[in-house]
């Protein structure tokens, strides 16, 4: 009997694709392997060039012009597995730039860098793990797009999802082909991933990882570090693991461009306003590995484990390790609707922790949307204080406050501050 194909299910990245496509000759979908970005592009595109298949790849290498050379667009899929592809789609959009002609997509960034960067002839978006809309996990009543605006529309909306339905997609996870309701299927598949990393991938780049037991330790490490701006001597500490020699400051660093290179870290740099009217701001970035469900797996987590208030203590934090993971939940699909919106994510902590807001997404102009992100149903007036104080800083540039929770319905205090459970905040 044959199996039906797979249907379709659309990204938030397409409606960035329709508004593009029409306009651009090429765009270069990037992102860690597992996020859908083949996917996307093949469904979008005419001929395929799978350059992770040895055969094609060999035929390429022999007559790389036949790259260029087809039905558009034209899918180049892991376009890094040849770097001279980049250069070779460059040059035929100098001498051609019509629209729609290639999509390109890309798991790391090459260790032999193109001699071109590209700029103005290919244009990169980023992909990431599905986000709770793309999962269909409930309708989204508000629109983090309107509240870019500023209009503070009211908020409406309720949802039954719950913190253990919460906790259940952190665990499962944003990788379309590694969703499983087998939970045994789910951790084998992601601890698969996990190990394809350090085995496969990295040599790919050429990184050799001399001593595999160091890296893991760094990286379980950076794991426990969730949604915190620890300092990377901090991280570097709990990576020591009682050996009594701290990893190289070096080989910490080698490691990091590496997992970067892949796009498996995806910090949250620090916010910096385009006006003089904060001072004392902490720079340093928090840490979000792409997909919470790889810090579970790398600490040996699970579900009852994360409600039951278990997590990492080599990392100090305020609140619990889930509350943490589901601020890094929560980050992840910002991040998504921000990029549709043309608006990018920072946070806020300014030295010695004094206020700190978790994440800021920041039009063109400057101005902010800011939000905080609370692991509790019900929200009182000490969980919207960093809010109040940064209306107080920056007055009309605060677009809109809220706060996202696990709670039940989407509504506006008295202040004016908004309340969005997490299952209803769309693009």
Known sequence: MTKEPTPYVRRVLDDELDALLPHLPAISIEGPKGVGKTATAVHRGGLIRR?????????????????????????????????????????????????????????????????????????????????????EFDVPTVSLELLLDGLRPPLEGGTTQ??????????????????????????????????????VDLPELGVEVRNPSTMWRWVRAFAAATST??????????????????????????????????????????????????????????????????????????R????????????????????????????????????????????LRTQGGLHEVDLLVVRGDGKVLAIEVKLTANIDDTDVRHLRWLQEQIGNDLLDAIVITTGAEAYRRSDGIGVVPLALLGP
Request: proline share 7%.
């Open 51 to 135: 350059l992770d298949d040895p055969a094609e790849l060999e035929i390429i290498k022999a007559q790389p012009t036949r790259l260029a050379q087809g039905r558009n667009p034209i899918v180049i899929d892991e376009w890094q597995r040849f770097p001279p592809s980049w250069d070779l789609i460059r040059r035929a959009v100098d001498q051609d730039a019509s629209p729609g002609q290639f999509l390109l997509t890309g798991s790391a960034t090459p260790s032999e860098l193109p001699t071109h960067s590209g700029a103005g002839r290919i244009v990169t978006l980023r992909m990431r793990p599905l986000t709770l809309v793309e999962r």
């Open 162 to 199: 719950t913190l253990e339905h919460y906790t259940a997609e952190i665990v499962r996870g944003g990788f379309p082909g590694m969703r499983f309701s087998n939970d045994r299927a789910q951790r084998a598949a992601l601890d698969g991933y996990l190990s394809r990393m350090v085995d």
């Open 229 to 302: 701006s620890s300092s990377f001597d901090k991280i570097r500490n709990a990576a020591t693991g009682g050996e009594g020699e701290k990893p190289a400051k070096t080989t910490i660093q080698g490691y990091r461009d590496a997992l970067s290179r892949l796009w498996l870290l995806d910090e949250v740099h620090a916010w910096s306003p385009s006006k003089n009217y904060l001072q004392r701001l902490n720079g340093a970035p928090k840490h979000h590995l792409v997909d919470p469900a790889l810090a579970v797996r790398l600490l040996g987590l699970d």
């Open 304 to 347: 009852d484990a994360l409600l039951s208030g278990q997590g990492p203590t080599s990392i100090p934090r305020d609140g619990s390790f889930l509350g943490a993971l589901f601020e890094s939940l929560v980050t992840q699909s910002v991040r998504v609707f921000a990029q549709r919106a043309e608006a990018h994510v920072g946070h």
